[in-house]
Every structure is written in C-alpha cells, then in structure tokens.
C-alpha cells in the first residue's frame, strides 16, 4: 500500500509567511521516516491513520525555530508551558478509539490542534474543547488555514465534556487527571470509547473505556505522561 502520496496545499501563515508554512521535499522525507520508523515499525497499521500521518504537515503545529524537530520522537513544548504530544502516543490515542469515518468525535486539549486535524481527516465531525484561550484561538487559525471545515471549537473547562452536542462515538482527552471525568462517561454513545490518562502528576496509565450499554468496560493501554487536565 502507498502511504505516501498526496500532500496539502501550501498555505500562507498569519503573517503571510510562506516559508514557515511550506512543505518541502525535506519536511516531507522527516515526515515519512517519521511514520515508518515511529508509527508503522511499532506495528500501528490503520490504512486512513498511517496516511493521514504521512500527510499532514506536523512542522505547521510546532514554533517555527522546532522545524527540524518536529517529526522526532518525543513531545515538545509548545506555548503557555503545554506540549505538543509525542506522535507515537498521538497514533495510539486515535488508533484506539477505533470508530467509523462517519461518526463524531470529542477531542479535550485542542493545544496545538495537531490531533484535532488528524482526527478531522478520519472523522465526520470534530469537536475539541480547549481551557487556554489563546492555544485555541492559534489552534483555529491554523486548521482553518489548513482547509479544515468540519471542527467545532470551544474555549473552556474540557472535564465536563461538551454536553449540547453529545453524545460522542470516541472522546480523547490530552491532559492528564487523577479520576476519569464523569460527564465524559455520560457523554459517550454506545458502543464509544474514551481514551484518557489517569493517575499522578508524573506518570499514568492511558485508559481505554467503552461503554456497552449501560456497562462500562476498562481495559490499560501503556504508561504515559501528560500534563495535567486543569478544571474541576
Ligand atoms: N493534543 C495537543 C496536546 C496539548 S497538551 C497537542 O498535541 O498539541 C494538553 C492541552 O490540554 C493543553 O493545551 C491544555 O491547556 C489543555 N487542557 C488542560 N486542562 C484542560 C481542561 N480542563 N479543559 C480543556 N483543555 C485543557
């Protein structure tokens, strides 16, 4: 299969600079190195996921001074002291929620919006909720530059989900809590996952729930470390 062809348009960036929004032939070999030696050798092989990957131009979602980081494979910090997640960890979060291509998504912590945009490519609808406005504000900017029609934003505490347009066929949460939110279980369609972090300030265990009717299933995914979900 050919993971590796098509590309986005070029877009200018809010400040009409076209060089840090480009995508070159050397962007590009990181970036497919990056989706064969990160994602596809650690044995995630979703078709649609793989080559969204392989498409969506990461080095849009860093600071520009990040350029030749940005396809590594580690998180870096973005702004307001947040990061933006490891791509390993942002392929096994969307791999896991599994849904189908028509369904709606919830996504907690916009911060950059680089899941935000993957997820827009594999889903009908997305919608992320972010606390910082600024990130948000930036996050919107950007995807909307990118093309992107099909997510919704809100600025706002994500641990009560986003209730007027519940429920969700999978919600992601990028920041960690001690405890799994409970509007985010009430808010998730049968049949629906959430994908979260739980556990302390410096290491946790990302969690797959599902709910089966009125039961909910929990399986441990990996040890992980997030920044921490602010919020009640
Ligand atoms: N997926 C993002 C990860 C950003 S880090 C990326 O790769 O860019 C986690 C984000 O969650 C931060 O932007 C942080 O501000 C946000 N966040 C933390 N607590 C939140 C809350 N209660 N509601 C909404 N967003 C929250």
Not at 83 to 91: C, H, Y
Request: hydrophobic content about 40%; charged content about 25%.
């Amino acid at each position: 299969m050919d993971y590796f062809t098509g590309q986005f348009a070029p877009v200018h960036g809010p400040d009409g600079n076209r060089a840090a929004w480009s995508d070159t032939l050397e962007d590009r070999r990181r970036r497919h190195d990056m989706v064969r030696q990160q994602i596809l050798a650690r044995g995630i092989r979703q078709p649609r996921l793989i080559r969204a990957m392989a498409r969506l131009p990461r080095h849009v979602f860093t600071h520009n001074h990040q350029r030749l980081l940005a396809y590594d494979d580690h998180a870096l910090p973005s702004d307001y002291g947040q990061t933006i997640s490891q791509p390993l960890i942002v392929a096994i979060m969307t791999a896991a929620l599994d849904a189908r291509p028509q369904q709606r998504i919830l996504e907690i912590g916009t911060g950059t919006g680089y899941q935000t945009a993957l997820l827009a490519m594999l889903y009908a609808q997305v919608f992320t909720v972010e606390c910082i406005s600024q990130l948000s504000v930036a996050a919107q900017e950007r995807l909307r530059r990118l093309g992107f029609d099909n997510i919704s934003f809100s600025i706002g505490d994500g641990s009560k989900g986003w209730e007027a347009h519940g429920k969700f066929d999978g919600i992601v949460v990028t920041a960690a809590t001690a405890e799994v939110p409970k509007p985010l279980i009430a808010q998730l369609a049968d049949g629906g996952k959430l994908i979260i972090p739980i556990g302390k300030q410096n290491l946790q265990m990302l969690k797959q729930f599902e709910r089966c009717g009125e039961e909910i299933r929990c399986k441990d995914m990996l040890e992980c470390r997030f920044v921490p979900l602010v919020g009640e």
